[in-house]
């Protein structure tokens, strides 16, 4: 018997009406993540990767097509699923502990309980030694990594990322990268990762999810079919390029589109 | 010429500004440029400070006055982020009422007192409402504009960690409003004190408003000067109270 997916995404659309007339933000998606896999879905900016895991995650909540958690229909956020956002979203106002002890506190744990597993999940993201520092001490790669840790303290059984080292340099974020393949390992996270960085797709992911531009579509998926545990150091291998070559490929058609509608705009605007 | 001549620290520069208009005064008067009458020198002025301490109980006055002022700042600033809180949830409420509050915030609302003097009597109920009515406008205002401001974000982690909505205001909305509804408070302080000061001296009871108006029916100007300085440092000092506590409290974020 062939084991029933942890999440299925079953012919979802979203459209937007807006001043301009009705914008399809996502067309049709359909897709089966298995427990335990990690999934990155990758496209040009515009093609509707946040809106389709705002759904997801069950922020939004009007679409049409279903989306299923073991079967059971998503209506709205639940602590199964768990999100990382593009946007900077530590709290300011608390440390680095107070933020990973967030959603624990929230829940209604003892403080020595909360404490204790936030300290664990700072170590985890490689953070141990700035449990008193507030965010605005601390670095952006830091930060997310907060973030990360936060969202994890809730152990949803699947985690949903948006471009989480988006706004990071290189370096940070092939380093982080490794830092998500060490959790990885560990915690064999059901996890669903939006980016627009190749080579990160092929790093982390079982599966990468080439996406349209507007209309957004599934265009192709690609298994990876590389040696775990990997890190950034294979990125120089040929099995590597190959996969990044590949993806690549596709994806330029519709990174030009995104490029060539984004001119047409700024013409007439 | 000294470093700190030149390039004064910013403490010593206030002050050394300060000391320079005493002096300029000081030496008007002297010359007889101003009449003693209508403004008496410095040199007559500060030692009146501790005639005033003597002569009118200062001190159970000085009480008088902050007691009411901070009622007046207590009661004003629940009300006033409770609407806030109010204009903030409702769109539509928000939309009709905030310009009007704004202006209210500009508009002297000392004027109104003898409207308060026939609801609440010559009495320190009259003082306490119409400084906590001075006090509601930056309070509301600040309160709402605070929550408006709060990045969707912060709102949208909340929702995924399944908050309930006291949970949400609480945990999220509150705190990341604070730092804007902080400076709607101090702004509200001030004005609670300006209000309960004038209150008092326009209706004839209470505390430091009272006592610069008697000094004044009794022509003992330097005195009369004396306390309105004392009114003004105090309230300089208030405000500077206030800063320090809100960077203490808002530290590192
Ligand atoms: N709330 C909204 N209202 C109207 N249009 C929206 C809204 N959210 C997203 N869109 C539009 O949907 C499309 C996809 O957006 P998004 O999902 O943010 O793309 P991506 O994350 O892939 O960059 C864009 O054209 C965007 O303008
Ligand atoms: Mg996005």
Partial sequence: MSPSPALRISRVSKHFETGKGRVTAVDDVSLDIMQGEFISIIGPSGCGKSTLMNMVGGLLTEYDGDILLDGKKVSGCQPEIGMVFQEESTFPWRTALENVAFPLEAAGLTRDKRIARARDLLDLVGLSGFENHYPAELSGGMRQRIAIARTLAFEPRILLMDEPFAALDEQTRLLLGDKVVQIQNKLRQTTLLITHNISEAVQLSDRVLIMTFRPGRIKRVIEIDLPRPRSSEMMGSEAFGRYVAEIWQDLREEASKGLHDAEAAARQG | ?253
Avoid at chain 2, 6 to 23: C, D, T, Y
Avoid at chain 2, 178 to 204: K, Q, S
Avoid at chain 2, 217 to 237: H, K, N, P, Q, W
């Fill in chain 2, 1 to 253: 010429m000294p470093v700190w001549l030149i390039r004064p620290p910013p403490l010593l520069s206030r002050l050394l500004v300060f000391a320079v208009l005493l002096g300029v005064w000081e030496a008007a008067s002297a010359a007889g440029m101003v009449s003693r009458f209508i403004a008496p020198p410095p040199s007559e002025i500060f030692p009146a400070i501790g005639l005033l301490y003597v002569d009118n109980e200062l001190t159970a006055r000085f009480l008088r006055t902050f007691g009411e002022v901070f009622a007046a700042a207590g009661i004003g600033s629940g009300l006033g982020m409770a609407i806030g809180w109010w204009l903030h949830h409702n769109r539509t409420a928000g939309a009709a009422y905030t310009d009007w509050i704004a202006a209210s915030a500009a508009a002297p609302l000392v004027l109104l007192f003898p409207l308060f003097l026939v609801l609440f009597g010559r009495n320190a109920a009259t003082i306490v409402a119409m400084g906590a009515v001075s006090v509601m406008p930056p309070v509301i205002l600040k309160t709402k504009e605070g929550l408006d401001h709060v990045r969707s974000v912060l709102i949208d982690v909340g929702r995924t960690f399944s908050l309930t909505r006291w949970q949400q205001v609480r945990m999220i909305l509150f705190p990341a409003a604070l730092p804007t509804i902080f400076t709607g408070l101090r702004l509200g302080l001030v004005f609670a004190l300006i209000n309960v000061v004038g209150v008092e001296f326009l209706i004839g009871f209470g505390g430091m408003g009272l006592m610069i108006a008697e000094l004044g029916d009794r022509f003992e100007i330097a005195g009369m000067y004396a306390a309105i300085l004392f009114v003004v440092l105090c309230s300089a000092t208030f405000f500077y109270l206030t800063e320090k506590l809100e960077t203490w409290l808002l530290s590192a974020r």
